[in-house]
Every structure is written in structure tokens, then in C-alpha cells.
């Protein structure tokens, strides 16, 4: 079993900045992809980006340049740095993580092993 805990997000007017991080606990040998979802109201949830064990992250168009993830394997922590925010970033954010090789897609859109408790994440105009 894995636990995910979130930190970070919160209220900030747009053109700010937030950083969300969330730390893996648990018996697992060695985490893969980590990453983060979110998902406003009346919207599905969708993949913001993710990130492999190398490092090399990947990205939903609508954050290319203003979001950063990044992770630290030794903590198992995945990090999501977030600027220039817009209203539209408005969602609950939710951590997500394969464990090992796992990397299940389902219908286009990855499916990971485990799920965060969402923070949310308010972007005042």
C-alpha cells in the first residue's frame, strides 16, 4: 500500500505563483511516473504533467511554460512549481504515482496506481 500526502496550494490571484509537493510513504520498491491530475467543477479530471524516473517531464498544452514538475527520488517526493496562473487553473489538484515499471493508459490517458487526497488550488481574477 502506498500513501500520498499533498502540501502546498491554496488562494492566489492570478498571474501568481504556487507550489503543490507530495510526498510517497508506504512498502513499494521503487516509485515510477509521479505526477499530477486536476479537475474543476463540472469538468473530468485531466492530466497535468508527469514526470519518469529520469526526470523527463511531460506536459498538458494549457501549462507548457508556466508550470515546472520535478521530483526528488530519494524522497519520493513529485513536485509541481505554478506561475503565471490563470483562473482557469482552478481545480482541485490531485497527485498521482505508478509503482516500478507499471504505466497502465487507459482510452489515451494514463491510469495510476495510486491517488493523492487533492488540494485545491484557487486563482482569484
Known amino acids: 500500500q502506498v500513501q500520498l500526502v499533498e502540501s502546498g496550494g491554496g488562494l492566489v490571484q492570478a498571474g501568481g505563483s504556487l507550489s503543490l509537493s507530495c510526498a510517497a510513504s508506504?512498502?513499494?520498491?521503487?516509485?515510477?511516473?509521479m505526477g499530477w491530475y486536476r479537475q474543476a467543477p463540472g469538468k473530468q479530471r485531466e492530466v497535468v504533467a508527469k514526470?519518469?524516473?529520469?526526470?523527463?517531464?511531460n506536459y498538458t498544452n494549457a501549462v507548457k511554460g508556466r508550470f515546472t514538475i520535478s521530483r526528488d527520488n530519494a524522497k519520493s517526493t513529485v513536485y509541481l512549481q505554478m506561475s503565471s496562473l490563470k483562473p482557469e487553473d482552478t481545480a482541485v489538484y490531485y497527485c498521482?504515482?505508478?509503482?516500478?515499471?507499471?504505466?497502465?493508459?487507459?482510452?489515451?490517458?494514463?491510469?495510476?496506481?495510486?491517488w493523492g487526497q487533492g488540494t485545491q488550488v484557487t486563482v482569484s481574477s
Open positions: 514526470i519518469s524516473t529520469g526526470g523527463l517531464p
Open positions: 498521482a504515482v505508478d509503482i516500478g515499471p507499471n504505466h497502465r493508459v487507459v482510452n489515451g490517458t494514463w491510469d495510476p496506481d495510486y
Open positions: 508506504g512498502s513499494f520498491f521503487r516509485l515510477g511516473v
